[in-house]
């Protein structure tokens, strides 16, 4: 639920979103403050919450809270049947937006109204793929299994087929499976995604992935990523594969750019530092580059 509450707030382009893998480490190890959390993350505000699943239905409880003094702004319980899920998820979003009174653009406020009911078992194995994706190479081929699965429950579901794209794609780049028959799957994989799906910012992504690492054309990677960033301005991986196809380009000074606007979605990932660590490398700023990889190695010392 994390994850799903995450991608639909991200996608409210006016807001700046913390990505997962800088939130994800509040869930465990020792309790932090909301404020200290805040300093940490550069936030205003906090989403809390808690999911409870009984049988066939959720029950979700949800807190907006304002970082400095810990007041709660907005809060909000609602329970349903599993296959209204992904409604649940966009009730929540649209509910922080208007709270904090943000202008949601005409198209936000279609998706927001419109999400379809969804196959549980199907959602499950999303959820499922998403988590083993955000293990990196060890969890590539189950991530992939995953939403092979989900997409076989429902068809339809476009976020699936993103998702099945984008681990196609970083089980080549890591050399998990064949480059040559995992990039044609993932193109295809990302092709349906936008079938299904227009406005969907992964897909984009993953196809400037594809022309950038196994196609080499570095002007057609670079329009996608911008198309990418247009859809949702809060995926830290767009900002990230961006700034990489920019170096390769030799535009340092832009993709410098690129990946600060990544950083600031995701402050506390020793991947950060490790990827501006390897952008400076590029642009022969190695001092400097030499700080930012001990900066990732405090952060993670098994970096």
Known sequence: MTEELIAEISRITSLRVISRTSVMRYKTGARKSVPEIARELNVDAIVEGTVAVSGSRVRITAELIQAEDERHLWSYRDERDLADILSLESVVAGHIAREIRIRLTPAEQTRLASARPVDPSAHNAYLKGLHFFFRLIPGLNKSVEFFAEAIRLDPSHADSHAG???????????????????????RAAAVQALKLDPSNANAYRVLADIEKGYDWDLKGAAGKYLRALQLNPNLMLSHFRYADCLSRMERHAEA????????????????????????????????????????????????
């Open 164 to 186: 099945l794209a984008q681990a196609l794609v970083d089980a080549a780049i890591y050399g998990v499976r064949p480059p040559e028959t995992a990039m044609r799957s993932a």
């Open 256 to 303: 410098l750019a690129e990946v600060e606007l990544g950083r600031r979605l995701n402050p506390v990932s020793p991947m950060t530092y490790g990827f501006h660590s390897m952008i400076l490398f590029r642009a022969r700023r190695f001092d400097q580059a030499i700080d930012a990889a001990r900066q990732s190695l405090e952060l993670d010392q098994y970096w």
